[in-house]
């Protein structure tokens, strides 16, 4: 019963969204208010339906109703409530689902927060959202139900999920990365409402600006969870792989940050126009191919997985007609488009222009090492893998130049900057920054490859120029301190954005140069030193969770003979799967992380364990956290905030 | 005109990685360049899955055309294809099961419980069809590896020399046995 509740309700929710698609771009087309009214509220219902067809699948999980064959492929009744829960965005028709929810949730939200917007702007944008949701949900209701049925012979224990999935990471970094694939969708659909109603000027960018930046913050946020995830789950201390599926997540992302940068130059400056739309079309293109990539099969990276050729058909067919129509309008219309601002060779325009090669080189590059493999084979020259060294060598050649102007960017002004005055600043930064870090890595390491401290040094230029241009910008007319409290909050976002990156850059250089690891036997009172620290081997106790049972060693970890802490590692075993896990234990600290897995019993009584030490990993994802904040702090700057009184003016003009 | 050229060069471009993609797609990505095909079967001499004290060895399996279908229980897509498999063997197909233990190790799990796993096998297979004319249990995973197995399901088609003509990764279905298995079965039986 509620099973099928959810899929007639998702029906219901495919007729209204194509109503959605229909309306209001007539109602824009020709004029008509009233068909252009009709688009808000057909945007909320949509999301009602679709969101009731979700809690019906929520539903059934937490039940343990098998005769769906999702929840019987993906849940179990032993597994706690809260993995029910995150069990249906686990597999692939329950994400789908999950990624519908988003898809609404972002149209319903744009339909109430766009009331300052022109009716025929907020209208084609509301109709181009809702074509996205017509062709998501076509694709959920033929050809990836989540509601199958398994009737009549339905089995009585589920297969469980994967126990990789079973952790709190996994809970939300899915989800977030949704929020912002289908955030980006709504960049996207505001580009094409802009191209559509011809008029692709300042007001345009300042609109999209705010969904954009929520949308990058998401994504952000999203990719360093699910980084640390596989950090904290996959039991051997990496954090990034360059699997498919991250690549699927990190071009977006890359685009996402040029777009940004570029609808800065767009809105304040009139320039940049006609590239700017084709970031904002691409983000979005990038994320729908980031799902063909990942959900058609095209590329195999996890196995008995039965891929169905016509769902791969579906979305590619769906991704022509978004993006080649996107496209081809954009052929169209960007050609009459004229930049009005003009600007020499050192300003900030082309500072940012630059900056926006950068990241489109570095996305073309991601997407070749994702897609030549394939093109190499199809074109009859046998299987190529390209792995991390490719990866890491393009991103570390690309990086150079971009940290560099990363420093230099802010510091310049719009139009045109004298050289010399420049020079003196950035002297005096470079300075600096070199001799803080040779000052910091030489006098804690022994060895320092030139390769460390030229990233290590890049990472203290960005802070240290940040800095600069913060003093320079709060004392133009007011002391520091009051001068800091006019600064906007746009201003801020910049600023914890590169601070950011600049921990980003500093935590994956230290930790990659300096991480010790060792593989050690060892038997219960043996102690390994492994840096400045003492392991001592407690012993293994046998333990039994809800739905599984494992061993758990624990090791005493000392510095200069006193307690440190107490590392529990475990190694688990899935009663339904039988599957083994290694749950690793991480004593995380601000320089450093001590990361502990438990390997087999060897034959002589001992255990294998393998002992990690980290320094200065944990900087990844304080840099990411900072940077994704900077993509929700500017919702707070008042420039963008919807306020009342414009609303009203907007609604009147348009009565 | 150059600025009309710049503004449809996206669009080349999304056109061109579209047709590599649908190309992509119908190309069957799940066909391993498998260093097995053409070789022949590597030596064994492992259990049956299903008899105590019975053996099986490659020379066993000499002198007819047959699949080997690496399958486990616990393998959502194998049970898919059995009845497809089941269909083939009613058409005089032969097929020979490889049992794959996803989850043992005999360092952490001591004896291995035979009797579970045979009640399971023979349910699953009286439920969806059995098209095994023999299974042949791989504990160790010792065949698996030698044939560069990389999951489950996968076939291999071996004629009746011992040689591997192909080495098939995913389900088997009408389409894939069209496309792929049936032109090889036609040339071998005329």
């Known amino acids: 019963m509620i099973p099928e509740i959810g899929y007639f309700s998702l029906t219901l929710a495919l007729v209204l969204s194509v109503l959605l698609c229909i309306f209001p771009l007539w109602g824009a087309h020709t004029g008509n208010l009233r068909l252009m009214r009709a688009a808000p509220s057909l945007a909320v219902g949509q999301f009602m339906f679709v969101l009731i067809s979700f809690a019906a699948l929520i539903y059934a999980s937490l039940t343990d109703d098998f005769t769906v064959a999702y929840v019987a492929y993906h849940s179990s009744s032993t597994l706690p409530w809260y993995y029910k829960i995150t069990s249906t965005w686990g597999g692939h028709e329950g994400a789908i689902l999950l990624w519908l929810v988003m898809q609404a949730g972002w149209t319903a939200v744009v339909a109430m927060r766009s009331r300052s917007l022109p009716w025929i702007l907020r209208a084609r944008v509301l109709g181009v959202l809702g074509f996205l949701g017509v062709g998501f949900m076509l694709y959920t209701l033929l050809m990836s139900s989540p509601f199958e049925l398994l009737l009549p012979y339905y089995p009585v224990e589920g297969r469980d999920l994967n126990p990789l999935l079973q952790d709190p990471g996994m809970i939300i970094h899915p989800p977030l990365l949704y929020m912002g694939y289908v955030g980006l969708s709504v960049s996207f659909s505001f580009a094409i409402a802009a191209l559509l109603t011809g008029k692709l000027d300042n007001s345009w960018a300042k609109w999209s600006r705010p969904w954009t930046m929520t949308a990058w913050g998401f994504l952000t946020l999203g990719l360093t969870i699910g980084s640390w995830w596989a950090y904290s789950e996959l039991g051997w201390g990496g954090w990034w792989f360059w699997d498919p599926v991250e690549n699927a997540a990190l071009m977006p992302w890359l685009v996402a940050t040029a777009l940004l940068h570029s609808l800065s130059v767009t809105e304040k400056r009139g320039v940049f126009k006609s590239w700017t739309v084709l970031l904002a079309i691409a983000g979005f293109s990038l994320s729908l191919l980031g799902t063909f990539i990942v959900r058609s099969g095209i590329i195999v990276s996890v196995h008995a997985f039965a891929t169905d050729p016509d769902r791969g058909l579906f979305i590619l067919a769906f991704l022509a007609v978004v993006v080649g129509g996107a496209l081809t309008l954009y052929a169209f219309r960007v050609a009459q488009v004229r930049s009005e601002g003009r600007y020499k060779l050192v300003s900030r325009e082309v500072a940012l222009w630059l900056n926006n090669i950068f990241l489109v080189v570095a996305t073309f590059v991601v997407l070749l090492g994702t897609l030549l493999p394939m093109v190499h084979k199809e074109m009859g020259l046998g299987s190529i893998s390209i792995g991390e060294p490719f990866f890491n060598k393009m991103f570390a050649i690309i990086l150079v130049p971009f940290a560099i102007l990363m420093g230099i960017g802010p510091l310049l002004r719009w139009k045109q900057n004298k050289w010399g005055f420049l020079q003196n600043k950035m002297l005096f930064c470079a300075i600096v920054s070199i001799a803080v870090t040779s000052a910091w890595l030489f006098s804690s390491y022994d060895v320092v490859a030139p390769l460390t401290l030229l990233a290590t040094t890049l990472a203290v230029w960005i802070v240290v120029t940040t800095g600069v241009d913060l003093y320079v910008k709060a004392t133009i007319q007011t002391s520091f301190s009051q001068g800091l409290k006019r600064l906007d909050l746009s201003y801020w976002a910049m600023v914890l954005g590169h601070v950011g990156i600049a921990f980003i850059i500093a935590g994956v250089t230290l930790t990659s140069a300096y991480s010790v690891e060792r593989d050690v036997s060892m038997k219960p009172g043996e102690v390994v030193q492994l840096n400045q620290y003492q392991y001592r081997f407690e012993g293994v106790n046998t333990i039994r969770g809800a739905n599984y049972s494992g061993h758990a060693g624990e090791v005493s970890v000392l510095k200069n003979d006193k307690l440190e802490t107490i590392l529990h590692a475990e190694k688990r075993r899935y009663d339904i799967g039988m599957q083994f896990m290694t749950e690793a234990a991480i004593d995380a600290g601000f320089t450093r992380d001590l990361y502990l897995a438990l390997g087999e019993q060897l034959s002589n009584g001992g255990w294998s364990l393998r002992i990690y030490h980290k320094p200065f990993v944990r900087w990844m994802w304080i840099g990411g956290m900072l940077v994704s904040l900077a993509g929700f702090l500017i919702l707070g700057d008042k420039r963008y905030r919807s306020n009342k009184k414009r609303e009203q003016t907007a609604a009147q003009e348009a009565i | ?190």
Request: hydrophobic share 45%.
């Open chain 2, 1 to 190: 005109m150059n600025r009309k050229l710049l503004a449809i060069l996206p669009l080349l471009a999304f056109i061109l990685v579209c047709v590599f993609l649908y190309q992509g797609l119908f190309a069957n990505p799940r066909e391993l360049q498998t260093g097995r095909i053409g070789h022949t079967m590597p030596a064994f001499n492992l259990p049956d899955l299903m008899q105590d004290n019975k053996r099986w060895q490659h020379t066993d399996l000499q002198g007819e055309v047959y699949l080997l279908n690496v399958w486990g229980t616990w393998c959502p897509t194998c049970l898919a294809e059995l009845d497809y498999l089941t269909k083939l063997r009613e058409q005089g197909v032969k097929i020979v099961g490889l049992y794959y233990v996803q989850s043992y190790d005999a360092d952490f799990d001591g004896a291995f419980d035979m009797a579970a796993l045979r009640e399971e096998v023979s349910s699953m297979l009286s439920r969806a069809g059995d098209p095994y004319q023999f299974n042949i249990l791989d504990l160790e995973r010792t065949l698996a590896l030698d044939l560069g197995v990389s999951g489950a399901p996968e076939t291999f088609l071996v004629d009746s020399k011992g040689t591997i003509l192909l080495h098939h990764t995913g389900d088997i279905n009408p389409r894939v046995w069209r496309s792929k298995f049936a032109p090889i079965m036609q040339e071998l039986q005329p």
